[in-house]
């Protein structure tokens, strides 16, 4: 069982950076790959970023601003977000997937999700 809790979202001005944490608990966090979506209201949610054991996959409308990074002895996922923008205001949520699955499609993480925490980002 893993258990995955987001911290370090907030409000910050267009341009800004913020670096949100994804914290996992369990013994098994090194076999499973993480990843994170988004959400905003009344839409789905949107993959974006994910990691396997250094390996990682972006979406178009992400790459180049987001970094997505792991530390297995620390359990912890990252999302580094640079030059934000007032469109990436929304919910952020980190989600895990064994990685024997996640290899076959990387923007398929489905086995745990954690609460979310969230972005804005004023203009």
């Known amino acids: 069982q893993v258990q995955l809790v987001e911290s370090g979202g907030g409000l910050v001005q267009a341009g800004a950076s913020l670096r949100l944490f994804c914290a996992a608990t369990?013994?098994?966090?090194?076999?499973?790959?993480m990843g994170w979506f988004r959400q905003t209201t009344g839409n789905e949610r949107e993959f974006f970023a994910s990691?396997?054991?250094?390996?990682?996959y972006y979406a178009d409308s992400v790459k180049g601003r987001f970094t997505i990074s792991r530390d297995s002895a620390k359990k912890t996922a990252y999302l580094q977000m640079n030059s934000l923008k007032p469109e990436d205001t929304a919910i952020y949520y980190c989600?895990?997937?064994?990685?024997?699955?996640?290899?076959?499609?990387?923007?398929?993480?489905?086995?745990?999700w954690g609460q979310g925490t969230q972005v804005t980002v004023s203009s």
């Open positions: 990691i396997g054991t250094t390996n990682t």
């Open positions: 989600a895990a997937e064994s990685i024997t699955r996640w290899v076959v499609n990387p923007r398929v993480l489905n086995d745990y």
């Open positions: 369990g013994r098994t966090f090194s076999t499973y790959a």
